[in-house]
């Protein structure tokens, strides 16, 4: 599908005059920001259907603006949208991570990130991404959209998502990030990305997913369900240990992958790697491919001895054994392999990533 690109204003926004050239204003923010430590509910729409664990994406009001960079960042004319340029709709933890790996990769492109709120839009122009507001987003269109904002913060979930497919000329990809959860299986066995999801009135927060996800194959774009996600300083992990006592079955199977991993793979399906052409109504699969008890969980996390306190799991067994996923045909589409190869791994080599490292989160 290929259409004339339209023109976006003011594409160099995001940069600063210095000696007389133009620089990137994330080389000057300068963000120092103490980062906390303290105890972040967990991301995204996670084990939807099969976990009490609450896990929010706070993509869509995340991040703080700095407004004096923008103010005082050149003018420049219209110019044509090169093939590269990507919108980001909720550049929370993921949202952000994927905007900085495209940043780089592509120091050319137009990288934008469009929020809620103008809170925290300083940690964008830090990493390379050009924030704007969702009231002010004119009717601009780019080759490739990810749409990585959670149903939580949505009143409308598909209408958020139908409006973002307007914004997408079709000539790259667009990219929905839902979850694993949707997946039906909860007997510990095997899932993989075409095993059966869950049916439309099963649950509310199941078919605003379904709905969302129906929207963007059926106007090309892709779905990626991603398995419950984590970095240092968040994930089930340290929510279970704020908790202390916890009233789950220690032997339930929880799937896992790290949110540099889960960037990494939208990533690649933005690169469409391994395929000449943009993909298209494809849905891939984001896991660490590493399933774990609960229990193996809190083991690995207080063994680390990066942390402090630990957690009881004391609920009894039930019906639901959680699932084992696999995402071997994503991996083989894409030739993607997590960084971090399980949890446990992570765990054992010290909890560092950057989230962990940088003064940005």
Same mark, same amino acid.
């Given at each position: ?45 996670? &084990? ?53 790996? &495209? ?64 914004? &997408? ?179 054992s080599q010290g909890a560092q990533d950057f989230y962990k490292s940088s003064s940005l989160f």
């Open positions: 599908m290929t259409s004339q690109l339209p023109t976006i204003q003011s594409l160099t926004a995001n940069k600063l005059l210095v000696g007389g050239k133009l620089t990137s204003a994330a080389a000057h923010s300068g963000s120092n920001k103490p980062k906390s430590r303290g105890y972040q509910k967990p991301h995204h729409a996670f &084990w939807l259907g099969i976990s009490h664990v609450v896990t929010q994406h706070r993509c869509l009001a995340s991040l703080q603006a700095s407004s004096a960079v923008l103010d005082e960042a050149p003018s420049s004319p219209a110019a044509p949208l090169s093939l590269t340029a990507v919108l980001i709709v909720g550049p929370g933890v993921l949202g952000a991570y994927l905007g900085k790996l &495209w940043a780089e990769e592509h120091p050319e492109a137009v990288v934008v990130g469009q929020t809620n709120t103008s809170k925290n839009h300083s940690r964008l122009q830090a990493l390379g991404i050009r924030p704007r507001l969702k009231e002010g987003a004119g009717r601009e269109r780019f080759p490739n959209v990810v749409f990585c904002a959670p149903p939580s913060g949505c009143d409308d979930y598909e209408a958020e998502v139908k409006a973002a497919l307007k914004l &997408w000329d079709g000539s790259g990809t667009f990219l929905f990030t839902s979850s694993a959860g949707l997946y039906t299986a909860e007997d510990g066995s095997a899932c993989s990305e075409d095993s059966p999801v869950q049916h439309m009135g099963n649950s509310e927060r199941t078919d605003r997913l379904l709905k969302a996800e129906s929207a963007v194959l059926g106007a090309g774009g892709c779905v990626l369900r991603l398995a419950g996600l984590y970095h240092a300083d968040r994930g089930p992990h340290t929510f279970f240990l704020k908790q202390g006592t916890v009233q789950r079955w220690p032997g339930y199977l929880v799937n896992l992958i790290h949110y540099e991993d889960a960037a990494r793979l939208c990533h690649a399906v933005l690169q469409h790697s391994g395929c000449d052409e943009p993909f298209q109504k494809r849905v891939f699969l984001g896991t660490d491919g590493s399933p774990l008890t609960f229990q193996t969980m809190i083991d690995a996390t207080v063994a680390s001895g990066c942390y402090e306190g630990s957690a009881e799991l004391v609920g009894p067994e039930g019906g639901s054994k959680g699932k084992q996923l696999s995402n071997a045909a994503t991996r083989e589409a894409l030739g993607w392999e997590p960084k971090y190869s399980s949890f446990e791994a992570f765990m």
